[in-house]
């Protein structure tokens, strides 16, 4: 039996990102296309950022996770190119990163609100975060420090 587009799509879409679990590699723009040619399937990533160490794990967990659904023949491309943009982010994605407390990128800099208290008296801490792609801000509302999702 073999699977359709649609349907490889949605067993990505349970595929969390490591670093940030509340969030798809679908809904945070890694994946960059799925082709099915019989019982072949090609997924297309790109990683968010040149020597981003999550991409061996991501892949291991589409591949892990695809081997789960019976796919047995599967290609992973990985492309540079174009980069990945902060476009990329599902509005899904959005709301997931900052129900979990990252301020989501936007285009104007900076985060627009506090993930926690909805305030938007906000400062940044420092330009590096978490992880490379984060930034470290505070509210100075309610005093709490978040991640907020660099713009790319």
Do not use: H, N
Not at 32 to 51: C, L, N, Q
Not at 64 to 83: F, K
């Amino acid at each position: 039996m073999g699977v359709t587009e649609a349907q490889v799509w949605d067993w990505l879409d349970a595929v969390p990102d490591p670093e940030i679990p509340v969030i798809s590699v679908v809904d945070l723009g890694v994946v960059r296309g799925v082709d099915v040619t019989g019982a072949a399937v090609k997924v297309t990533i790109t990683p968010t950022y040149s020597g981003c160490p999550a991409m061996s794990v991501i892949a291991l967990d589409i591949e892990t996770a695809l081997a789960r659904q019976g796919v047995t023949d599967l290609t992973l491309e990985t492309r540079i190119a174009p980069p990945w943009t902060t476009d990329w982010l599902s509005d899904k994605g959005r709301a997931r990163l900052e129900g979990y407390g990252i301020a989501p990128p936007r285009a104007a800099g900076g985060p627009e609100r506090c993930p926690r208290c909805r305030s938007t008296a906000v400062e940044r801490v420092s330009q590096f975060g978490s992880t490379p792609c984060k930034a470290q801000w505070r509210c100075t509302d309610c005093l709490e420090p978040f991640d907020y999702f660099k713009c790319i």
